[in-house]
């Protein structure tokens, strides 16, 4: 049995050791600060997000690049002992709807999921077996796990006592239109006044996302000469589970055994949506 960490894995393990006060810190600066610690910068490479739909804007370093739509200054107060630098980064991409994560190469990234493009991948599996590739499949379609709204509250740090109550309390609801019934979620995030609208769409989406999941194993670990990975759309044919239509890749584990040989097995969840 061989087991591995990626590049992130030292970010995730990592406490912070600066408390300093963040209010003002674009994501830029706040990852140029604590990555710089661990890491060597100059053979980091970050993605930043450049536009809603995944356009990206590659750098080679952390300190090139920025969120030109969504990154603007925070007002979160500082960091609290006990915290990881993962943690952080991770808590300001939310509030902003993104997500922070690594692709298989090490490219670190700051955004959000593909949501559309061609597919890269194929998955078929069909009753009289013409075609299927894959081995075996699962799909999990759980309602329990979303709500037809998502309501943020909080309040802005760092402001002044005598300042306006709608300048200091913040609220923000996004709804769920597919979901069928009336059943609302409430959450907290002391944060800027940006950040309750796309925190509430973040976890609308992920709720989404987790109560609808498609598990596959697949032969071998790659589909025409190109390795399985994750932030890629698959056109899914899945007569036994009746799912026909584009999904996002976001996870995949290769597998080797004596008995099965190499296999790969995927996650999928719709285009867009935040895991």
């Known amino acids: 049995s061989v087991e591995g960490r990626d590049l992130l894995g030292v970010a995730v393990d990592s406490y912070c050791e600066k408390f300093d ?3 003002g810190k674009t994501i830029k ?5 604590l990555l710089a610690d661990i890491y060597e910068l100059d053979r980091v490479t970050v993605v930043y997000q450049q536009n809603i739909v995944g356009k990206m804007k590659k750098s080679k370093n952390v300190g090139s690049g920025f ?9 979160i ?15 300001y991409a939310a ?28 998955l078929t599996l069909r009753k009289d077996g013409i075609g299927n590739n894959v081995v075996e499949s699962e799909k999990i379609d759980d309602i329990s796990k979303r709500y037809s709204k998502v309501t943020v509250v909080g309040q802005q740090q760092g402001q002044n006592a005598l300042g306006l109550p709608t300048q200091i309390n913040t609220k923000e609801t996004v709804p769920d239109d597919e979901f069928p019934f009336y059943k609302p979620y409430v ?7 940006m950040s309750p609208k796309q925190h509430a ?15 596959y194993t697949v032969a071998r670990h790659s589909q025409d000469g190109r390795n399985w990975t994750i932030n890629a759309l698959c056109r899914v044919n899945d007569e036994v589970q009746g799912i026909n239509g584009v999904y996002l890749i976001y996870g995949r584990t290769f597998e080797l055994s004596k008995d ?3 296999t790969t097995k995927l996650k999928l969840g719709p285009p867009g949506l935040v895991a």
């Open 21 to 23: 006060t963040v209010s």
């Open 29 to 33: 600066q706040l990852a140029e600060m």
């Open 67 to 75: 969120l030109s739509l969504l990154d603007t200054p925070q007002k």
């Open 77 to 91: 107060s500082k960091i609290e002992p006990g915290m990881t630098v993962f943690e952080v980064l991770k808590t």
């Open 95 to 122: 509030s902003r709807g993104m997500m922070f994560y690594s692709l298989p190469d090490g490219t670190f990234v700051f955004g959000r999921p593909l949501a559309k493009g061609e597919p890269a991948f194929t």
């Open 187 to 193: 959450t907290k995030n002391n944060n800027d006044s």
């Open 201 to 215: 769409r973040m976890i609308m989406e992920r709720q989404r996302r987790e109560g609808l999941q498609m598990n």
């Open 260 to 262: 099965a040989g190499p």
